[in-house]
T-cell receptor
Framework: DSGVTQTPKHLITATGQRVTLRCSPRSGDLSVYWYQQSLDQGLQFLIQYYNGEERAKGNILERFSAQQFPDLHSELNLSSLELGDSALYFC????????????FGPGTRLLVL | AQSVTQLDSQVPVFEEAPVELRCNYSSSVSVYLFWYVQYPNQGLQLLLKYLSGSTLVKGINGFEAEFNKSQTSFHLRKPSVHISDTAEYFCAVSELVNNNDMRFGAGTRLTVKP
């Protein structure tokens, strides 16, 4: 158990819809990262938040957004969903930046029909 | 921007045999290097990382990796594998300068046979 929790575990929705994925980091970790894992694109970094502020942006689509709340949990919002957004979405947390060990949650599997 | 190539998509090996999973990276600046393992239906777990100093890095579960700057490689090795090592292994790189991204390789599926 990494100490990082993600909800829900599975999500099935339709094209054009909007969903919210939630992540609670390990106790004491200030950074939260979001990753997308799909068969065709592999594992991709989406975005990082550190202590409530956006710190780094990767291959995140404009239809996607995230935020980190004062209690340090984070939410990833995916809107206008397309079939190609079907993937496993991981959240990870660490004490600081990318050089620190990241602890990954179990992921949310999103299926867009 | 940095990139990672994992040279083998699948590596089958017999139990108790040695294994090497190969990783090459590309970057114009100094990098941090990582190996993560993903067991079925689980998130990733850090095996080891290279930040600086000794080029031979020891990790968990008996794994080690060697950073070779001239070859731009960071190969993962284990002298004797177990059935429980069957998993997907990912090499990843992050740059020291502009430490604002992490790139992963496509993964190597290690299958340990009895």
């Amino acid at each position: 158990d990494s100490g990082v929790t993600q909800t829900p575990k599975h999500l099935i929705t339709a094209t054009g819809q909007r969903v919210t994925l939630r992540c609670s980091p390990r106790s004491g970790d200030l950074s939260v990262y979001w990753y997308q894992q799909s068969l065709d694109q592999g594992l991709q970094f989406l975005i990082q938040y550190y202590n409530g502020e956006e710190r780094a942006k990767g291959n995140i689509l404009e239809r996607f957004s995230a935020q980190q709340f004062p209690d340090l949990h984070s939410e990833l919002n995916l809107s206008s969903l397309e079939l190609g957004d079907s993937a496993l979405y991981f959240c990870a947390s660490s004490v600081g930046g990318f050089q620190e060990t990241q602890y990954f949650g179990p992921g949310t599997r999103l299926l867009v029909l | 921007a940095q990139s990672v190539t994992q040279l083998d998509s699948q590596v089958p090996v017999f139990e108790e045999a040695p294994v090497e999973l190969r990783c090459n990276y590309s970057s114009s600046v100094s990098v941090y290097l990582f190996w993560y393992v993903q067991y079925p239906n689980q998130g990733l777990q850090l095996l080891l990382k290279y930040l600086s100093g000794s080029t031979l890095v020891k990790g968990i579960n008996g794994f080690e990796a060697e950073f070779n700057k001239s070859q731009t490689s960071f190969h993962l090795r284990k002298p004797s594998v177990h059935i429980s090592d069957t998993a997907e292994y990912f090499c990843a790189v992050s740059e020291l300068v502009n430490n604002n991204d992490m790139r992963f390789g496509a993964g190597t599926r290690l299958t340990v046979k009895p």
